[in-house]
């Protein structure tokens, strides 16, 4: 199992003053110096962080995989056949978010997800879908073609019981199962953290974890060298 390393809350940093820095570019190569197997940064509409200036840079300057997460609208679609990432990851998007809530709703906007997937594909850019981890998404994401579903682990991530905790470590289980029996690649990320990591690593089928949060946290206390590697210990 891998990690990738979502930096885009350095990025939110710098812009609580508008100015340069800290750079999500040098945290990205900081990361991968330590480590991390893929870089993950998520371009929004509205631009709350990761600009068209630090994905620039990165599809120039990581080593290991770029990984885009974005939503379909127009403009971002078309930067990104642009840029060619390793990876586009297709997430839901709200402007009035924080962050990102839950998997994408594969029964609604189909015919503008299977356009998006199929202009990526024109382009030899692999696409993953950020999905619900239940068997019905899981099988549409399957038939809209893409190679990847990353697993929505947040639900896991906000529960604290020992019963409910259990219950949502078998739903991933059952998904992740599901999809590489369908021949999908699985990722898996939201909320992950320090603590409660181990237990999706268990996960057998699960290739890549995408972690950003707890990491960036971590890294403003011990520097991001030191927070991904133990971040990785863990996964190991």
Known sequence: MELSVNVDHIATLRETRKTQEPDPVVAALLAELAGAKGITIHLRKDRRHIKERDLNILRSTVKTKLNLEMGTDEKIVRIALKIKPDLCT????????????????LSQKISRLREVITLLHEREIPVSLFIN?????????????VEIVELHTGIYAEV???????TQLEKLAGAAALAKKLGLGVNAGHGLNYQNVRKVCSIKEIEEL?????????????????AVKEMIELIK
């Open 90 to 105: 297709l997430v839901p998007e709200k402007e009035e978010e924080i962050t990102t809530e839950g998997g994408l709703n």
């Open 133 to 145: 981890p239940d068997p019905n998404s899981v099988r549409k994401a399957h038939k809209l073609g």
């Open 160 to 166: 604290n019981s020992p019963l409910e905790i259990a």
């Open 210 to 226: 995408s972690i950003g949060h707890s990491i960036i946290a971590r890294a403003c206390l011990v520097g991001i060298e030191r």
